[in-house]
């Protein structure tokens, strides 16, 4: 273990997915320098991350990323106390990147390896974000990624219970694939672009269904909503899976493609609702039973990638204020991989 202090510096280095990102923290919580790269131009003809091409992006980009996080930073390589690394879960060929450069670090500097677990980063980042007396042991954590989507109450650092998972597609991927179905450019990420469009669209147009309303427990599924708007656009727009040709922009085919954006959107976002409102629930009667653990929860989390946008952190705004805890989420950078 490494004592930790404010004179503490940790290097960070995260490769898991296709960002290549690193940044130097202080023992006490506070972040000196970023920097980081992403692989979605890469990976955007291919209609998802390649692993072999994303493990040579970041081999290509690992030196340049941790130099410029500790310029950023200002602090030299040796004057680093540790160096934390991402070693899952994640694709095994882009962690083991990450790995070895934090293995080289540490044997140039003689410092220790922190191993960092990806969906606990994802939590965890909440108190840097906001604060270590705000988000204080226990809190209610929602994890929404491109593959991960779960309910966890976090009582400490790796002392986390799992609420509820989802049963096929995480939401990030949902997103991601009805982005392609739609025929938008996902080189800037498809997540990002179907919020885009659906800002123009209606979210009533299309009455999509809630998943999983009948399964009273906070588990997610994605795959029917998925099929639902893949229906819609074969229907109303008479396109087959995501068809290239089809960003050619046409005025009234704009309004219908962007309307199933928002149903599936709204949809989408109402089963997150959901299951957080029952976590909520969950989570303080799991507290109330810890005989001798008077604890309650202290805020609500709302991470990864997903995390970033507008519509589910107004959504989960309203559901911690409706339970009367505050809503933390991290700056849309520390929701999607990074260093820090
Ligand atoms: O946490 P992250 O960076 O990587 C994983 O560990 O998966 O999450 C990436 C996912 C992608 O599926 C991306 O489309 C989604 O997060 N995402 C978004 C938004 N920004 C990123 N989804 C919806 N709206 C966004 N604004
Ligand atoms: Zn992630």
Redesign the pocket.
Known sequence: TVAVDADTLILGIET????TGAAVVTGDGRVLGEAKTSQDAIHAPWGGVVPNLAQEAHKAAIDDVVTTALRNAGVDASRLDAVAVTVGP?LSMCLRVGVVAAQDLSAAHKIPIVPVH?MEA?GLVARLAGGTELVRFPFLALL?????NQLILTRGVGDHVILGSTLDD????A??KT?RLLGLDVGG????A??RLAREGNPRAYAFPVPLRKKKNCDFSYAGLKTAARLAVERDLGVPDGDAAFTTIDKAKRKIRADIAASFQAAAVKHLEERTRRAVGWANDALAEESGDARTLSCVVVA???A???S?RESLARVAAEVGLPLVTPP?RW????GV
């Open positions: 898991s997915c296709d960002d994640g990806h994802h929404v990624s491109g593959g991960h995480a939401l990030g991927e997103y991601d982005a990420g498809g997540g990002p179907l919020e990864g990638g997903v970033a946008n507008e589910v849309p929701c999607t991989d990074n």
